[in-house]
């Protein structure tokens, strides 16, 4: 198939098995309905405007990513996605995620608690090793990112690790499977925790932050 069709029917690439130079067309092309794209292949359409934040707030010196397929120990153990290294040496490890449009109403910030909620499997809410954590949302027509927030993921796991499990706890919601999810709305996180965001006047919803109320209330 040539990549002009492609263009014009991205149901066409779902979650297909990309050669490098189609990973290449399909994170650099203005022309792709991103919308139609199967999750993974959104994922790595993502890295484009995932790199423009990163050389905005950062300007690194480079920015290296770990393929699940590659095998990595610090995605596989630790759900390291990128390692972005700064002008001066210095190496920050992160995660990423970009959530569709539709999901925008809900403006929020989550991340898996339980891999197993039945069983009590503890997920990235543990185990995370990412030092920073870019989540946002993609806008309506998937030409970039209608929000995001850069977020010191260790040290905001660290201060809501503070509280019990059981208040913890309380602020998750089950997923479709066995997993479960913490959730937090953007407004709630403490500056103090983001090391930049976008998150234009008229999308926000007023909420308490996390520091002045506790979860459980």
């Not at 959104?42 to 690194?60: C, M, N, R, T």
């Not at 596989?76 to 449009?101: P, S, W």
């Amino acid at each position: 198939m040539s990549w002009v069709n492609v263009y014009d029917r991205a149901n066409d690439i779902g979650n297909a098995n990309l050669t490098d130079d189609q990973f290449r067309r399909i994170k650099t092309c203005i022309d792709l309905d991103r919308s139609k794209l199967g999750d993974r292949n959104l994922s790595y359409a993502s890295e484009l405007f995932q790199d423009a934040i990163y050389e905005e707030v950062f300007a690194p010196r480079e920015i290296n990513r770990f393929r699940r397929e590659e095998g990595h120990i610090l995605d596989m153990q630790y759900h390291i996605d990128c390692e972005v290294t700064l002008r001066n040496g210095a190496i920050l490890l992160g995660q990423e995620k970009g959530l569709r449009a539709q999901f925008r109403k809900f403006n929020t910030f989550t991340i898996e608690f339980y891999q197993n909620r039945h069983t009590g499997e503890r997920g990235e809410f543990f185990n995370l090793g990412a030092q920073y954590y870019l989540h946002g949302y993609w806008n309506d027509d998937y030409s970039g990112f209608s929000k995001w927030y850069l977020i010191k993921i260790f040290d905001f796991l660290a201060a809501l690790k503070r509280t019990s499990l059981q208040n913890l706890q309380r602020q998750t919601r089950p997923s479709s499977g066995n997993a479960s999810f913490f959730w937090i709305e953007y407004p709630r996180i403490p500056n103090e925790f983001i090391y930049a965001k976008h998150d234009p006047p008229g999308m926000q919803r007023n909420a308490p932050l996390f520091v002045s109320q506790p979860l459980s209330a």
